[in-house]
């Protein structure tokens, strides 16, 4: 059974930066594409970022360029680091699986390609 554990969110000041981390187990992690979402009150769930299995990347336009994404398949972990980060980036951000990726799979912005979701990490971003 996959479980994702995230870690790492928490509140910090506009300008700042912080790490989200994503613990993965139960599963070929290596097979993996990987996807951070983020849900703020009041809100849907957006798409913030993705990695495929080959480290290949995507960004949402309001992250790029201040957002980056990272895996590490030996600790089975997937980062999200945010920078420059704005009170609009205050939300519970969720980690999410797709083991069902093949090493073509181009990275994926659709929630509904994910099978296995976080329990999530709250970031706030004061001003």
């Known amino acids: 059974q996959v479980q994702l554990v995230e870690s790492g969110g928490g509140l910090v000041q506009a300008g700042g930066s912080l790490r989200v981390s994503c613990a993965a187990s139960g599963g070929m992690f290596s097979r993996a594409c990987m996807g951070w979402f983020r849900q703020a009150p009041g809100k849907e769930r957006e798409f913030v970022t993705a990695?495929?299995?080959?480290?290949?990347?995507y960004y949402a336009d309001s992250v790029k360029g201040r957002f980056s994404i990272s895996r590490d398949n030996d600790k089975k972990m997937v980062y999200l680091q945010m920078n420059s980060l704005k009170p609009d980036d205050t939300a519970v951000y969720y980690c999410?699986?797709?083991?069902?990726?093949?090493?073509?799979?181009?990275?994926?912005?659709?929630?509904?390609?994910?099978?296995?979701w976080g329990q999530g990490t709250q970031v706030t971003v004061s001003s």
């Open positions: 999410a699986a797709n083991y069902r990726c093949i090493l073509s799979t181009p990275p994926n912005s659709d929630p509904h390609d994910y099978d296995y």
């Open positions: 990695i495929n299995r080959a480290a290949l990347a």
